[in-house]
């Protein structure tokens, strides 16, 4: 059973960035794919980007590629999502997810979520 844990959110204003982080433990990690997700208030839960533990290959939503950039450090089981050029749109709570699959659908575990406010 993996654990996660996000964190590195906060408040920011528009055009500002962040990193925030996903702390991972557990076994057989490369088995997983870590997505991140997030959810605005009154919205479903959106993916955002994806990494692979094993080789480091990436996928990303449509809408984030460009100002997002997911990443990982093997060496500290974390992966981070680095987030340029925040809009207030932006604004939600992100998630990561390890997901087994690969499908990029939340399937695997959650974690607590860290809240990322843009201000205009």
């Known amino acids: 059973q993996v654990q996660l844990v996000e964190s590195g959110g906060g408040l920011v204003q528009a055009g500002g960035s962040l990193r925030l982080s996903c702390a991972a433990s557990?076994?057989?990690?490369?088995?997983?794919?870590m997505d991140w997700f997030r959810q605005a208030p009154g919205k479903e839960r959106e993916f955002v980007a994806a990494?692979?533990?094993?080789?480091?290959?990436?996928y990303y939503a449509d809408s984030m590629e460009g100002r997002f950039t997911i990443s990982r450090d093997s060496a500290k089981n974390t992966v981070y999502l680095q987030m340029n050029g925040l809009k207030p749109e932006d604004t939600a709570v992100y998630y990561c997810n390890a997901d087994p699959t690969g499908a990029h659908r939340g399937f695997g575990a959650w974690g607590q979520g860290t809240q990322v406010t843009v201000s205009s």
């Open positions: 557990g076994q057989n990690l490369n088995r997983y794919v």
């Open positions: 990494i692979a533990w094993r080789d480091g290959s990436t």
